[in-house]
């Protein structure tokens, strides 16, 4: 049998816009669509200004528009910016336990820009590193529990996939460049509930671009660097028990079409959508004082509850982690969007009182579609009264890969995501083009936004 790094590098150098699924192609310009419009709506938060003038404008090489701004950057830079702002609200798509678009769309805009790809050159590019990401998550999946972070752990070797195929490398090097960019992976668990968790996906984005233009360039790297014994599946394996010997599906069947992506509505760990979507569904139509409630027992996969680590959250960035912060929210407001995630709302003393309230009862059953969840959640609510409110079975949320998104419901996120940076004119102007993303010519026909990073851009566009 040959290496498997080797046959990711073959199919690599062979992959071609049209022998792409056309199913896929609507998703995957969703996932450009709704990965812009993450980053937009995240510019506001503190590590957009920590990343930019730390680590990306000090950069000399401005070859890059910067989240599409007018500010060149390098490419590297520009795709550790726009990844760490797009997973910064965690309001990006989901898969394969992680956060595939907010790695791959901001390197494949950054790097296109310098090399002239085509958007049939980028969407091809997405649909390589993907597969790539999937053909190497069947084979271990349950990062999370050995304290990883799925996202840049996968997601730099995603990159250097995506970027080998813009590059047109070879199959050698681009076996190298994934190989290189296995150096690169890491991200830690516990980092989860800080800004470190956004940065990760910048962080994957960046290196898998340095690993394809070092291939590009010569660098070498292990022939086998990801099937070896002590090479990239067995160093991260919770239980070292990767498959290291099964054959490559790539090229051969199209993992897209089956792990399809899911698109947030809510900008908080996808782990939580469902109880929050579920409560409220469960309360339409009635109102129930948070006073009144006795307790709230919800149940979810014990994966999920290893991962909704925050109790009783006391800022946003923990309330993302927090399924006592989803229960609340439906319960107090019935929604849950960046204004519910703010620091004010999560320490709110209705808010406060209320989470000791619920009670995440982890359940072993398991979704064949994506191991870390279960295949269904429940919420059981008790009020004082010793009323019983239960929401049944909750199999999935609006975005889900069973129920997606409508094309009115994606334009009113990214509406939404962009009020402060566009007038509804230049956004929707952007959304369309997004939407057509393999039709243009070059990255370049997307609008630049002027004066995106000044301090007073959101007054300007209304």
Request: charged share 20%.
């Amino acid at each position: 049998m040959s290496s498997l790094t080797a046959d990711i590098g073959q199919f690599l150098a062979n992959v071609k816009y049209e022998d792409l699924p056309p199913e896929v192609l609507p998703m995957v310009r969703d996932a450009f669509t709704d990965t812009v419009a993450v980053v937009m709506v995240g510019l506001d938060q503190p590590v957009t200004e920590i990343v930019r003038q730390t680590l990306v404008e000090p950069s000399d090489t401005p070859e890059a528009r910067a989240c599409l701004s007018d500010r060149l950057v390098s490419a590297p830079g520009a795709a550790l910016l726009a990844g760490a702002i797009a997973h910064s609200l965690d309001y990006d798509d989901q898969s394969m336990s992680g956060h595939p678009s907010a790695v791959l769309v901001p390197a494949i805009l950054a790097e296109a820009e310098v090399l002239g790809s085509t958007g049939k050159d980028m969407v091809t590019a997405y649909v390589a590193g993907y597969e790539v990401w999937c053909e190497l998550w069947r084979r271990d999946r349950n990062y999370h529990a050995k304290g990883w972070h799925p996202t840049s752990v996968f997601g730099s070797l995603a990159v250097a996939a995506a970027g080998a195929v813009l590059h047109r490398l070879p199959a050698e090097r681009a076996a190298a460049a994934v190989a290189i960019g296995g150096s690169y992976a890491g991200g830690l668990f516990s980092n989860f509930g800080s800004m470190m968790k956004g940065y990760h996906a910048g962080m994957a984005a960046r290196f898998g671009l340095e690993a394809a233009r070092l291939a590009a360039a010569g660098m070498t790297a292990g022939h086998d660097a990801i099937e070896n014994q002590q090479g990239f599946l067995m160093a991260f394996s919770t239980d070292r028990t990767p498959d290291l010997t099964s054959e490559s599906k790539l090229g051969k069947e199209w993992y897209l079409p089956k792990h399809k992506l899911q698109t947030k509505l809510h900008p908080t760990c996808y782990f939580l959508h469902r109880s929050f979507n579920g409560t409220v569904k469960m309360l339409a139509g009635r109102h129930v004082n948070p006073e009144d409630v006795e307790s709230v027992d919800v149940r979810m996969g014990r994966s999920q509850v290893r991962v909704l680590v925050y109790s009783q959250p006391k800022n946003r960035w923990e309330a993302e982690f927090s399924g006592q912060h989803g229960i609340a929210a439906a319960v107090i407001l019935g929604k849950m969007g960046v204004p519910e995630l703010s620091d004010e709302v999560v320490l709110r003393p209705d808010f406060q009182a209320f989470y000791p309230k619920v009670k995440l009862i982890p359940i072993d059953d398991v979704d064949e579609r994506d191991p870390v969840f279960s295949s269904y959640e429940s919420v059981k609510l008790t009020l004082k009264s010793g009323e019983v409110i239960e929401s049944g079975p909750i199999l999935s949320v609006p975005g889900h890969a069973d129920e997606p998104l409508t094309s009115q419901q994606l334009w009113d996120k990214f509406r939404e995501c962009t009020a402060k940076t566009h007038s509804d004119t230049d956004a929707r102007e952007l959304f369309d083009t997004l939407q057509r993303i393999d039709s243009l010519s070059s990255v370049k026909e997307l609008p630049t936004r002027v004066g995106l990073f000044e301090s007073n851009f959101a007054s300007n566009v209304r």
